[in-house]
């Protein structure tokens, strides 16, 4: 399908750059005659996936192209795919229908346009570029030579490239080589070899920044979910949560979901701008910090002396060194298993509290949620040990929460490490910096702006705390990242 549950991703492709197709098979959703769903995607090459499509079965990618991208307005915008999708009417259909440019890569399945692009003068290309780089335990060098043709006998067909990459693998010293070929409509003036090398490279983002996250964070080809749509429908979310977090300012996807586990039912409705629900007379209006509580500790049987012991019996009776060795193994597998248990509900909680509110709220089109503020972070360190977290109510600064290590009394009253908060924007929100490890808060909130607030006293030297923005309105809380900061 089109649409509906995918709508959730709303990234709109327009102005960008590249924008990359390719496809993947949640292989946990295969089950007895019935073969894994495939999976077909767009991502831009800033790393925020545009839509999605379940290829149906016994057909391939070829047969959605058109209908994953036929939505979208494309022009100007290159799109990149695999060799798979080197189609002439795939060719047309971007470059007529929709106005955007094409860079394929072709492989022998085109057996005679292959053949032409082998057989170009390569050996006399003066248009190359050469880039080097290292990571994942390899050196790789690419070059790439880039020629005008014409005649091709493809659609539009400008440009051919041909890259080669050496690799050397740095802990064997083992060398390998590839040869690609890639076509594209994009003229000499338009892409010269530079550009062409970097949109080319474009085509790898959707692998690394979607289909591996997707599969180690999420653990997307375990899942067993099979039933009609829900192979895509979680996919999906999972997409839309990857979407959602990048927007929020986490590069490390793992990291991100992590963040949002420690407080499953607050931080996933500040990342998606979510109003908290109104409190009660009884509340208090006091910003109170999450503060992580004290896990009640395991009651431990009372001792007992060596002779009333008691002794396994499974058949024959048991050494006590053999039952301290049993009892040892049973320990370690149950240890274990409740470990590997909380990674699991902490990446699932993350997922499932951020995503299934963000889904009830899209569908079902609730109005006051989707007019509440967004608000964005940005973060800024000083050589001296300061620290500031500047917010933004949709794009303006509105206030900043900081750190001042040591500052001699120059900011605020007293002297010694100061936590302050600053609120300058009149929009009827107050701004927080809390400061956890001294659990020190100052606040704005009852104030009109412009007010700021600070709270000083001593640290012992080094102490490492951790420095967060609150956004505050009665119920209303948005949190930035926690920030390490030093006295």
């Not at 067993?224 to 977090?245: C, D, W, Y």
Request: proline share 6%; net charge positive.
């Amino acid at each position: 399908m089109s649409g509906g549950l995918a709508d959730l991703l709303g990234c709109d492709p327009s102005g960008a750059d590249t924008l990359a197709v390719d496809g993947k098979s949640a292989r946990g959703s295969r089950h007895d005659d019935t073969p894994a769903a495939h999976l077909l995607a767009a991502m831009t090459g800033d790393g925020l996936t545009v839509t999605q499509l379940r290829v149906p079965d016994k057909t391939n990618e070829i047969t959605c192209f058109a209908s994953l991208l036929a939505p979208f307005d494309l022009t100007g915008v290159t799109v990149t795919a695999d060799a798979l999708h080197a189609q002439r009417g795939h060719a047309r259909f971007l470059v007529e229908d929709k106005k955007a440019h094409y860079a394929l890569c072709v492989k022998k399945n085109q057996a005679g346009l292959y053949e032409r692009l082998h057989t170009l003068p390569w050996t006399e290309v003066t248009a190359k570029f050469y880039n080097r780089s290292e990571g994942h335990g390899r050196k790789e060098t690419r070059v790439v030579q880039v020629l005008t043709v014409d005649g091709l006998d493809f659609p539009r067909a400008a440009q051919a490239a041909r890259v080669v990459r050496h690799r050397t693998c740095l802990k064997t010293g083992r060398c390998s080589r590839e040869t690609v070929y890639v076509i594209t409509d994009l003229t000499s003036q338009e892409a010269f070899p530079q550009r062409l090398a970097k949109i080319i490279r474009s085509q790898w983002v959707i692998e690394n920044r979607l289909h591996f996250v997707r599969d180690t964070a999420f653990l997307e080809d375990a899942s067993k979910v099979r039933t009609q749509h829900g192979p895509e429908n979680m996919a999906t979310l999972r997409s839309f949560a990857i979407n959602r977090l990048r927007a929020a300012g986490h590069h490390n996807i793992a990291a991100g979901l992590r963040e949002m586990s420690y407080e499953p039912f607050t931080r996933p409705l500040a990342l998606l701008g979510l109003r908290w629900p109104a409190r009660t007379h009884e509340q208090s209006d006091t910003l109170k910090p999450p503060c992580p509580q004290p896990q009640p500790q395991p009651q431990l049987p009372p001792a007992v002396r060596p002779s009333e012991q008691p002794v396994w019996r499974l058949g024959t009776s048991l050494t006590r060194s053999e039952q301290g060795r049993r009892l040892c193994l049973s320990h370690r597998a149950s240890r274990r298993g409740t470990l590997e248990m909380a990674r699991t509900k902490a990446r699932l909680g993350a997922l499932a509290g951020t995503l299934a509110l963000a889904a009830g709220m899209t569908l079902t089109n609730a109005g006051p949620a989707s007019a509440a503020p967004t608000f964005t972070f940005s973060y800024q360190s000083f050589s001296n040990g300061d620290y500031t977290i500047n917010v933004y109510n949709n794009g303006v600064l509105a206030g900043s929460a900081d750190w001042y290590a040591d500052p001699h009394g120059v900011y605020g009253p007293g002297t010694g490490d100061t936590v302050g908060a600053w609120d300058g924007l009149a929009d009827g929100y107050g701004i927080a910096a809390h400061l956890a490890g001294d659990y020190r808060i100052a606040t704005t909130a009852g104030h009109a702006s412009p007010y700021t607030d600070y709270v000083s006293g001593d640290i012992p030297e080094d102490t490492p705390l951790i420095l967060r923005a609150y956004v505050v309105k009665g119920g209303d809380v948005a949190y930035s990242l926690g920030k390490t900061v030093y006295s």
